[in-house]
């Protein structure tokens, strides 16, 4: 198990710059998401990491040694794919066996260890079936039980679940949770989904036009994001001119009073637990606003109805924060 | 004609008056009809297996390489198709016979005879691998080497398996082509007996000569052994891609 870190690495597609002078740490044993919307050069910086990508310049540790010109067959690198890259003329059993047959290792020993991963990811009983057999849920598994049998000492993941559907997705990041748990091994995933980032990792890596806008805790992105694009990005939010606002940030009342707007409800959508406000304040601005099923019915919500907002927690951003398209320093 | 030549020397068997099966197996067991069969047979499997490997790697060399001219060279493939094979069979005379441009004279050989059939057979294989190298999963490639394969092991363990079924169809319709080539072969072989005459030329030479019945038993035995050779590779082929079936 080890760390990584990637120093000022730049990778360039026929004229096209993936990524700009990224440097990054991941702690070692932790469960870090690179999020970013496509085309943001998350996968690639997966991929250099892994060792499937050259760059054109920096480096890569992994744990204190430089891998920077080591193939990616002796990085000691788990990967997974979004579309599973299941070896489609072998069975499970010879799938997971692959990194441990390329290595040799003793057939008592294969088959013990194979068992152990099939068990650890829920697919014993399968062994002898075909990749096409199984469940796209079940193929990602027998991938994940594939690069965690050569004992990497680091795991990548892209976007391992993006072919799934969304109930298999969400039991599997669960999952992916709980086995982290156990093994603990140095993780990252690639994900635009900020929910699934939030959900599952414990440090987060957003990134935009090949450049990391921000790196933290799930909490601290949403609760003190470092740009207008970190703000935008891990959830939804009211612009206001300069001003940003949450949708769980914005009161509703029924009388007017101090430093309220009036606006009119073009929509409530309930969704269980939680009820969506469509709104349209006088001056024209459109403003989502996120109750609780109560609040919603306290107030007796309906389309046409005039009420009162306000917001309990506004963020303004500085000139600097405020583009992040634009080149700048740090 | 060589050929022609050969056949009158010997007695003509024509309505010898043997029952069926046993005029059918005297056809077939003619000294010259089991030469020609052996040799067709044997120089179509030797085809079919030059093939399978320049094939493959002139697919590869298409699919996964950049060159200058390489839209050329793709389309250049399919010229054999597109040539009456008896052209072809004139023009690799004039280039590889006697007095030819590059002083390599194969002319009446079983070289010459293997190098007319590898060029009308060429296209098979390149065309049956080409798609199924565009479509193969490069992540595959990609999960096996970070699994600690080298190049060798990922084209052996991941590549080759994948291709495999693709190369033997290839592998078939050469297999077939070449035991049935008539047009290309006639003019460099020479024809003759027991060296370079194959199976289709003495088909017609039996026919020219008048032995019909010759003739006939020769092509119901080449039909049933090729038709045996195709029933055998298309099983295996099935067998290898049965991990497909769900």
């Given at each position: 198990m080890s760390g990584i870190t990637a120093i000022d690495v730049t990778k360039r597609f026929n004229g096209f710059t993936a990524l700009h002078d990224v440097s990054v740490t991941i702690p070692e044993g932790s469960l870090t998401a690179l999020l970013g919307p496509s085309g943001s050069g998350?996968?690639?910086?997966?991929?250099?990491?892994?060792?499937?990508?050259?760059?054109?310049?920096?480096?890569?540790?992994?744990?204190?040694?430089?891998?920077?010109?080591?193939?990616?067959?002796?990085?000691?690198?788990?990967?997974?794919?979004?579309?599973?890259?299941?070896?489609?003329?072998?069975?499970?059993?010879?799938?997971?066996?692959?990194?441990?047959?390329?290595?040799?290792?003793?057939?008592?020993?294969?088959?013990?260890?194979?068992?152990?991963?099939?068990?650890?990811?829920?697919?014993?009983?399968?062994?002898k079936r075909y990749p096409a057999q199984l469940s796209g849920g079940q193929r990602q598994r027998m991938a994940l039980a594939r690069a965690l049998a050569v004992e990497p000492s680091v795991l990548l993941l892209d976007e391992p679940f993006g072919a799934l559907d969304?109930?298999?997705?969400?039991?599997?990041?669960?999952?992916?949770?709980?086995?982290?748990?156990?093994?603990?091994?140095?993780?990252?995933?690639?994900?635009?989904?900020?929910?699934?980032?939030?959900?599952?990792?414990?440090?987060?890596v957003v990134l935009n036009d090949g450049r990391i806008e921000q790196v933290g805790s799930p909490r601290e992105l949403y609760d003190?994001?470092?740009?207008?694009?970190?703000?935008?990005?891990?959830?939804?939010?009211?612009?206001?001119?300069?001003?940003?606002?949450?949708?769980?940030?914005?009161?509703?009342?029924?009388?007017?009073?101090?430093g309220s707007v009036e606006a009119m409800v073009e929509r409530v959508v309930h969704l269980g637990f939680e009820a969506r406000v469509e709104l349209v304040r006088d001056d024209g601005q459109h403003l989502l606003a996120q109750l609780t099923q109560e609040e919603a019915e306290q107030l007796e919500l309906e389309r046409g109805q005039i009420v009162y907002v306000r917001s309990s927690r506004e963020t303004v951003f500085s000139e600097a924060a405020r583009h992040p398209d634009q080149p700048r320093s740090g | 004609m060589a050929t022609s030549a050969a056949v009158l020397e010997r007695p003509v068997r024509v309505g010898s008056g043997a029952p069926g099966a046993l005029a059918f197996w005297s056809e077939v067991t003619?000294?010259?009809?089991?030469?020609?069969?052996?040799?067709?047979?044997?120089?179509?499997?030797?085809?079919?297996?030059?093939?399978?490997?320049?094939?493959?790697?002139?697919?590869?060399?298409?699919?996964?390489?950049?060159?200058?001219?390489?839209?050329?060279?793709?389309?250049?493939?399919?010229?054999?198709?597109a040539l009456p094979t008896i052209v072809a069979g004139l023009t690799l005379l004039a280039l590889y016979g006697p007095g030819g441009p590059f002083r390599i004279d194969v002319a009446f050989t079983r070289l010459g005879l293997l190098l007319a059939l590898l060029f009308v057979t060429l296209p098979f294989v390149v065309r049956a691998v080409q798609p199924v190298l565009?479509?193969?999963?490069?992540?595959?490639?990609?999960?096996?080497?970070?699994l600690g394969a080298r190049p060798s092991a990922v084209f052996r363990r991941i590549v080759f398996p994948n291709l495999l079924p693709a190369i033997l169809s290839g592998v078939t319709l050469a297999f077939a082509r070449a035991v049935g080539e008539f047009g290309a072969v006639v003019l460099i072989s020479g024809n003759i007996p027991f060296k370079t005459e194959v199976s289709s030329v003495y088909i017609f030479g039996q026919l020219q000569a008048g032995n019909g019945s010759?003739?006939?038993?020769?092509?119901?035995?080449?039909?049933?052994?090729?038709?045996?050779?195709?029933?055998?590779?298309?099983?295996?082929?099935?067998?290898?891609?049965?991990?497909?079936?769900v």
């Open positions: 998350k996968s690639t910086l997966l991929r250099v990491i892994a060792g499937l990508e050259e760059p054109d310049a920096g480096q890569v540790l992994i744990g204190s040694e430089d891998v920077t010109e080591r193939p990616a067959r002796a990085r000691g690198v788990g990967m997974v794919f979004q579309h599973y890259a299941a070896f489609k003329h072998m069975t499970v059993y010879d799938n997971v066996a692959f990194g441990l047959t390329i290595r040799k290792r003793p057939r008592a020993e294969i088959g013990r260890r194979v068992h152990e991963l099939l068990e650890l990811v829920q697919l014993e009983g399968l062994a969304a109930r298999v997705r969400k039991e599997l990041r669960a999952w992916l949770r709980r086995l982290h748990d156990e093994v603990h091994v140095t993780t990252i995933i690639v994900t635009h989904d900020q929910e699934e980032a939030m959900e599952v990792a414990g440090q987060i003190s994001p470092a740009n207008e694009f970190v703000m935008t990005f891990v959830g939804p939010v009211n612009r206001l001119g300069e001003t940003f606002v949450r949708p769980h940030d914005v009161e509703l009342r029924l009388e007017p009073d101090e | 003619r000294p010259e009809a089991v030469a020609a069969l052996k040799l067709t047979l044997g120089v179509s499997a030797v085809c079919a297996l030059v093939n399978a490997i320049a094939g493959t790697a002139i697919a590869w060399v298409l699919v996964r390489d950049r060159f200058r001219g390489k839209g050329i060279v793709d389309s250049v493939i399919d010229l054999p198709f565009l479509e193969l999963d490069t992540e595959m490639e990609e999960a096996a080497a970070s010759g003739a006939a038993a020769v092509s119901v035995l080449l039909l049933v052994i090729s038709f045996g050779v195709l029933l055998a590779i298309g099983g295996f082929r099935r067998w290898r891609t049965r991990h497909d079936r």
